[in-house]
């Protein structure tokens, strides 16, 4: 069982348990049973006969849409080539909450998207006085998504 929230996922390989732990939940909490599971914290769930297949796309797909990155050019890698940031490198980002939000954002994709975690770590060191030279390599990490 994985809670967050309000949001609540049951299951296992014994479906008898696990019904008999749904309806405990439902006496006690009045829960909602939604049937198969389709989109949970962030992950869509594909069913295939093989078992099944989770992928991060909507939330990517999304995530470039409200940054407008959507109809952005790729590139091939998470940063820049050669990049070295620094704690000074640039003007200091008026409002720092949305390279927050952003960064956080991609944090969450480092559960599907593995070779984005060096890039993402590196990007984080910052967030507290990001500058404009970060924000940069940010949005090069976003075409990458791309």
């Known amino acids: ?10 299951t296992g ?3 008898d348990e696990v019904n008999v732990l749904k309806q405990h939940l439902h006496s006690s909490f009045g829960i909602k049973d939604l049937g198969h599971l389709h989109y949970f914290l962030g992950f869509e769930v594909t069913h295939l006969v093989e078992g099944i297949c989770l992928s991060q ?6 995530l470039l849409l409200d940054t407008g990155f959507s ?4 590139v091939a890698t998470p940063l ?10 640039g003007e200091l980002l008026q ?8 960064i956080g954002k991609l944090n969450f994709l480092t559960h599907s998207i ?10 984080s060191q910052f ?8 924000l940069s390599s940010f949005e090069h990490t976003l075409r990458y998504l791309k």
């Open 57 to 62: 796309r909507k939330f990517t797909q999304d």
């Open 95 to 102: 409002d720092p909450s949305y390279y927050r939000t952003i």
């Open 114 to 123: 593995p070779d984005i975690s060096y890039t993402v770590q590196t990007l």
């Open 71 to 74: 109809t952005a050019k790729s």
């Open 127 to 134: 967030m507290q006085h990001p500058r404009t030279s970060h």
């Open 80 to 89: 820049p080539l050669h990049c070295k940031l620094t704690l000074d490198d």
């Open 1 to 10: 069982m994985a809670v967050y929230v309000d949001d609540i996922l049951v």
């Open 13 to 15: 390989s014994k479906i």
